[in-house]
């Protein structure tokens, strides 16, 4: 029933009645039936007010310190469970997704330094690498997306389906990251399972530009 309690004050944005149900309270995290924990809960709704409730609150975990982009706290877990880097969270990713998918360059850089296989497959709704989470977040920084091309080592790596980042990020608008990916050797030829290429996801989806950069 606490549990209950707690995600929906979590989902009404409720900070103030969050927090003092909590208490002092800094065991293992509440998660309800899809494995999120209060924080990934309010950082993948958007609940604002009790986003930066938790984050003021401390002690993130190191898959909610990835989410976060909070660089000292995913030194901080490392350190005290160095195993933990390779580890799914309850939702079914790695601290590696989670830093791609939103966009945390400095998470993911160090994260990746920190002996991070951007290879280990995630096991939630879309089983997937890191790369390809990054191509459907559409908000890693340059830099941050090359280092992670380079670690993945195959820019052609293909999901369930035969979906390529070239094709996820082609299909998103992501152009930094379809520059980055044909820089790298991607196969723009390549075709999905129904026989689609990263050309004709852009065609559909709108994004011209991509699409002539891809004919």
């Not at 800094?26 to 958007?46: H, M, S, W």
């Amino acid at each position: 029933m606490e549990t209950k309690s707690l995600f929906a004050l979590a989902e009404s944005d409720d900070a103030t009645g969050l927090l003092q149900l909590l208490g002092r309270r800094t065991d293992v995290p509440f998660v309800n039936e899809g494995g999120e924990t209060l924080f990934l809960f309010c950082l993948y709704r958007g609940k604002a007010k009790c986003i930066e409730a938790l984050k003021q609150r401390g002690d993130l975990t190191l898959h909610e310190a990835a989410a976060a982009g909070q660089v000292a706290q995913i030194e901080a877990c490392l350190s005290a469970a160095p195993w933990t880097i390779q580890t799914l969270s309850g939702d079914g990713w790695t601290a590696l997704h989670l830093a791609a998918f939103l966009g945390n360059d400095a998470a993911l850089t160090g994260l990746l330094q920190s002996g991070a296989n951007p290879l280990q497959w995630g096991r939630a709704f879309d089983s997937n690498l890191a790369i390809h989470a990054a191509c459907a977040g559409r908000r890693l920084g340059k830099d941050a997306f090359a280092a992670l091309i380079k670690a993945t080592g195959d820019p052609d790596v293909a999901q369930k389906g035969g979906y390529t980042p070239l094709m996820i990020a082609a299909g998103n608008g992501f152009t930094d990251a379809v520059s980055a990916l044909l820089a790298a050797g991607a196969d723009r030829g390549r075709k999905t399972a129904d026989g689609k290429t990263a050309l004709d996801f852009a065609r559909e989806r709108g994004h011209a530009d991509l699409a002539n950069s891809l004919a």
